[in-house]
């Protein structure tokens, strides 16, 4: 089977695609497929599903989801459920199975083995294709508990990370004017994220938009001032520095530390 979290929940097998109804099994898988292959204990499952309202008999209700989500994950010729108990808790095997977070997870670090190595063709190859597994916000409808909480707010740093990375690749293979309309949503989307910024400036400046470039930084800093009370970053400063003074040197591209 085929698990995916990068969107809204689902589950593909040989006859098609799967979504389940009920909200607190689904809970209950997303938090198992987190951590998969580890396990995890009923306490950190109850608070999952119900936060600080547990009911009375948590325990026993949570071992009847965890039934009935075996069944629903049963398949003919498997014989054993890839959900097994393992004191405290519960924990999901992936055996042969295979979960989308985890691929995304290991292009992306393959990528930046690339980037690092100097192969921004392969790295861009690399991102463009982690990318693609991604649906839409992860898991957005299930942000309640812990597990799934931070799980989210870690894939977000990188899928952001993978994006930038994936621009920065444009940018060192001298295709920036593919990628200024991309990044003009992106600042609008995330419009304290500087990085975002800093790309866009550079995508303008080597499209020979100087004035546009620098527009951006005004934008930036008027974001940045009305919303945190802050300058701009060196790195965005130092840039709209090099742009004034137009800098005829070819400007670096921007990559995240190693």
Not at 217 to 229: I, V
Not at 233 to 251: A, F, H, K, N, Y
Request: aromatic fraction near 6%; hydrophobic fraction near 45%.
């Amino acid at each position: 089977m085929r698990y995916e979290i990068l969107g809204s929940l689902r589950i593909q097998d040989e006859t098609g695609w799967m979504t389940i109804s009920a909200r607190k099994i689904e809970t209950l898988l997303a938090a198992l497929l987190i951590r998969a292959d580890q396990v995890v204990s009923i306490e950190q499952l109850i608070a999952e599903i119900w936060g600080a309202n547990a009911p009375r008999r948590a325990t026993a209700a949570l071992h009847v989801y965890v039934c009935q989500l075996r069944k629903f994950l049963a398949r003919p010729g498997r014989r054993d459920s890839p959900i097994v108990t393992r004191s405290p808790g519960y924990m999901l095997q992936m055996g042969r199975d295979t979960l989308d977070f985890q691929m995304f997870d290991e292009l992306v670090g393959q990528g930046r083995t690339h980037a690092r190595a100097g192969r921004p063709d392969q790295a861009l190859a690399t991102f463009e294709t982690a990318l693609k597994l991604w649906r839409g916000p992860a898991l957005a409808e299930l942000r309640n508990g812990p597990i799934i909480n931070g799980f989210v707010t870690w894939l977000d740093e990188i899928h952001l990370e993978a994006i930038e990375m994936t621009i920065s690749c444009y940018l060192t293979l001298g295709r920036h004017r593919e990628v200024v309309g991309w990044l003009h949503t992106l600042v609008a989307e995330h419009p304290l994220h500087e990085a975002f910024y800093h790309l866009l400036m550079m995508a303008l400046f080597r499209s020979e938009r100087r004035a546009d470039a620098l527009k951006v930084y005004r934008g930036a800093r008027d974001t940045l001032m009305r919303e945190l009370g802050l300058e701009p970053g060196r790195t965005l400063v130092e840039l709209q520095q090099t742009i004034l003074l137009s800098d005829p040197e070819p400007l670096p591209v921007m990559a995240r530390p190693a």
